[in-house]
Nanobody
Framework: RVKLVESGGGSVQAGGSLRLSCEAS????????MAWFREAPGKEREGVAQ???????SYLNSVKGRFTISLDNAKNTLYLQMDSLKPEDTGTYYC?????????????WGQGTQVTVSS
């Protein structure tokens, strides 16, 4: 099993930056597909960025060029650098892990961290 703990959320003005962290513990010797999701009030949870077991990354179209996902295997930590933030980026951000990249069907989830972007 894997436990995921997110941190780094907060409140910023539009145009600002935040870096989210997701520290993994447990069976971290296993390669997992890691991803960030977000859920805005009244909206469904959506995938924001993903890094697969080969290290390839993919992004939601609306965050391409603004967000960067990275994985530090030595620290068992997943990051999401978020720049040029917009009010529509507001939501609860979750990290997830799975042996396969199955999106919302991922086996392991963190508790979430709140990001609020004001205009």
């Amino acid at each position: 099993r894997v436990k995921l703990v997110e941190s780094g959320g907060g409140s910023v003005q539009a145009g600002g930056s935040l870096r989210l962290s997701c520290e993994a513990s447990g069976e971290t010797y296993i390669r997992y597909c890691m991803a960030w999701f977000r859920e805005a009030p009244g909206k469904e949870r959506e995938g924001v960025a993903q890094v697969d077991t080969a290290g390839d990354t993919s992004y939601l179209n609306s965050v391409k060029g603004r967000f960067t996902i990275s994985l530090d295997n030595a620290k068992n930590t997943l990051y999401l650098q978020m720049d040029s933030l917009k009010p529509e980026d507001t939501g609860t951000y979750y990290c997830a892990a799975d042996r396969r990249c199955v999106g919302l069907g991922s086996d392991y989830w963190g508790q979430g961290t709140q990001v609020t972007v004001s205009s």
